[in-house]
């Protein structure tokens, strides 16, 4: 029941919302009925079958819509994060990357923060499903400066790369870490943490004998 409303009428609605890459539409016509077949591409539909419908070539032909939706989705998804990435990099620059008056401010307002306590480490807990237990959780860092506002971390932590405060930054994670995983443990709670190091970290001998050292 189309409440009145015919089959091109459909069509011409479905395509106020939805663009025919991301809902495509095959009508069904009478074999010889040519108007309603040129009427419904006009209108919006991706294809035309003539009727009676052979299934097979309707199967082959709902494949290659399918097949024209997902590269759509995955253009769309490709265009996002090239946004993302365009964004962030504009952050940077608004932060000071590349400028090395800004990034020395903003490593001076890190290191106190740092010790007054407005950097945080947030834990983004992973569950079993089936019993719904937290197995593990990721540390996640955060800060909020008095100036700079909600500095996304991974802003931040790239600048403290280009610094060289990185190793600092991640010591500090790693000690509250470590912390809380105490603080866990003493509550009956046995929960792994992680603790995301940046690459440029991997290579420093020094820090890993720190690393070791302080996870026993």
């Given at each position: 029941?189309?409440h009145g409303?015919?089959g091109?009428?459909?069509?011409?609605?479905?395509r106020?919302s939805f663009?025919?890459?991301?809902?495509?539409?095959?009508?069904?016509?009478d074999n010889?009925?040519h108007?309603?077949?040129v009427?419904?591409?006009?209108?919006?539909?991706?294809?035309?079958?003539a009727?009676?419908?052979?299934l097979?070539?309707?199967l082959?032909r709902?494949?290659?819509q399918l097949?024209?939706?997902?590269?759509?989705?995955k253009?769309?998804?490709?265009q996002?994060?090239?946004?993302r990435?365009?964004h962030a990099r504009?952050?940077?620059e608004?932060?000071g990357?590349g400028?090395p008056h800004?990034?020395?401010?903003?490593?001076?307002?890190?290191?106190?923060?740092?010790?007054a306590?407005k950097?945080q480490l947030?834990f983004?807990?992973q569950?079993?499903?089936?019993?719904?237990?937290?197995?593990?959780?990721?540390?996640?860092m955060?800060?909020?400066?008095?100036?700079?506002?909600d500095v996304?971390a991974?802003?931040?932590?790239?600048?403290?790369?280009?610094t060289?405060?990185i190793?600092l930054?991640?010591?500090?994670?790693?000690?509250?870490?470590l912390a809380?995983?105490?603080q866990?443990?003493?509550?009956?709670?046995?929960?792994r943490i992680?603790?995301?190091?940046?690459?440029t970290?991997?290579?420093?001998?020094?820090?890993?004998?720190t690393?070791?050292?302080?996870i026993?």
């Amino acid at each position: 029941d189309l409440h009145g409303m015919s089959g091109l009428d459909v069509v011409r609605d479905i395509r106020k919302s939805f663009c025919a890459a991301e809902l495509p539409v095959i009508i069904m016509a009478d074999n010889n009925d040519h108007e309603t077949m040129v009427a419904g591409i006009g209108g919006g539909a991706n294809d035309c079958i003539a009727k009676p419908v052979d299934l097979e070539a309707l199967l082959v032909r709902l494949g290659v819509q399918l097949n024209v939706r997902a590269s759509f989705r995955k253009a769309l998804s490709e265009q996002a994060r090239l946004q993302r990435r365009l964004h962030a990099r504009a952050r940077l620059e608004e932060f000071g990357y590349g400028d090395p008056h800004k990034l020395v401010y903003m490593m001076n307002e890190l290191h106190r923060d740092l010790v007054a306590g407005k950097v945080q480490l947030l834990f983004q807990p992973q569950y079993r499903m089936r019993s719904g237990d937290i197995m593990s959780a990721e540390a996640l860092m955060r800060w909020k400066n008095d100036t700079l506002g909600d500095v996304p971390a991974h802003q931040f932590i790239s600048l403290a790369e280009e610094t060289g405060d990185i190793r600092l930054l991640t010591e500090w994670a790693v000690d509250q870490a470590l912390a809380a995983h105490g603080q866990f443990l003493a509550a009956g709670h046995h929960v792994r943490i992680s603790v995301n190091l940046s690459a440029t970290l991997v290579g420093d001998a020094a820090f890993v004998d720190t690393l070791l050292e302080k996870i026993g």
